[in-house]
């Protein structure tokens, strides 16, 4: 079933503060095997000019997606998110995230598309910190894959 | 922000040194848990072949942290990555054994920008076929 055009340029409301900690920073670049200082010791951040220890280039997905969680589980929008793979993924980044970011995340629906059966969802994330000011962009593309004929 | 790479010192086609990541059943676990994707598809075989998938998969977002790395280990300041983006285009297929899958990333410098921005262009292989396509990094230099 198609979704619902009108739903293109949508804005959800702000989501409530992610506060970043070193610990949870630390927690990810080990996950990913990531043995950067600039992850997890505040002097080596600082002698490349960031105020405390920063987050890998990806680490904030974990929050974008998550206030993302609010459009594809809009029964409004009627995605089936049982279906629903990761299609495309973007940042554009005024700065890197860093321990101690009190973060927000408001997400826009940018397009809705169906392609082959699949209805194809773009949904952009702005993050900004405490003070208003721009952190980071993500654009996800999600994919509803068409159900199986029977 | 301080990469160790000056502008001046790349051109058009200069590789990035290669690296290959290991991507174990155990890795995928440890992901889950740190970024709070916890989707059955990537820990649990009999889910993922019930979906129909071939095996468990990797989270496409740990192939995306691990390529990257091929291009903040060279410019040394994560923090010089401006923009980086990729598409998801075969699963990395992660078997229950001791060595897992393997994830091959190449990058080379595609094109030289204003304002000491370069942009990388990676390619990310497993089991020879290309798991991310499009991807792409915009990287400030000193």
Not at chain 1, 49 to 55: L, T
Not at chain 1, 104 to 110: D, G, N
Not at chain 2, 85 to 96: A, E, I, L, N, S
């Amino acid at each position: 079933m198609a979704l619902d055009q009108s739903f293109v340029g949508r804005t959800y409301p702000p989501t409530p503060a992610y506060e970043v900690g070193r610990e949870k920073i630390r927690e990810f670049a080990e996950a990913v095997g990531d043995t950067n200082p600039a992850y997890v010791d505040p002097e080596a951040a600082e002698a490349l000019g960031h105020p405390d220890v920063i987050a890998p280039p990806t680490f904030v997905f974990s929050i974008t997606f998550k206030a993302a969680g609010q459009v594809v589980r809009d029964p409004q929008l009627g995605l089936d998110y049982s279906r629903v793979v990761h299609g495309d993924q973007k940042f554009a980044y005024t700065r890197p995230v860093r321990a101690g970011d009190r973060l927000t995340v408001t997400s826009t629906i940018e397009s809705i598309k169906s392609l082959a059966g699949n209805d194809v969802v773009d949904v952009r994330g702005e993050v900004h910190d405490a003070s208003g000011e721009h952190v980071v962009t993500a654009w996800t593309k999600l994919v509803a894959r068409a159900a199986e004929e029977a | 922000m301080t990469a160790n790479r000056t502008y001046e010192s790349v051109e058009v086609g200069t590789e990035l040194p290669a690296q290959t990541f290991p991507v174990t059943r155990a890795a995928l676990v440890q992901y889950a848990g740190a970024s709070g994707d916890f989707n059955p598809i990537h820990w649990n075989e009999r889910f993922a072949r019930e979906v129909g998938l071939p095996d468990v998969i990797a989270h496409g977002m740990f192939t995306m942290a691990e390529a990257i790395r091929v291009v903040t280990d060279w410019v040394g300041d994560p923090g010089a990555v401006v923009e980086y983006g990729v598409r998801f285009t075969k699963p990395v297929v992660v078997p229950d054994d001791d060595k897992g899958a393997t994830v091959e990333v190449s990058g080379k410098v595609a094109v030289k920008l204003d304002d000491n921005l370069v942009r990388v262009d990676l390619t990310a292989m497993s089991e020879g076929k290309k798991v991310l396509g499009m991807s792409r990094a915009v990287v400030r230099l000193a």
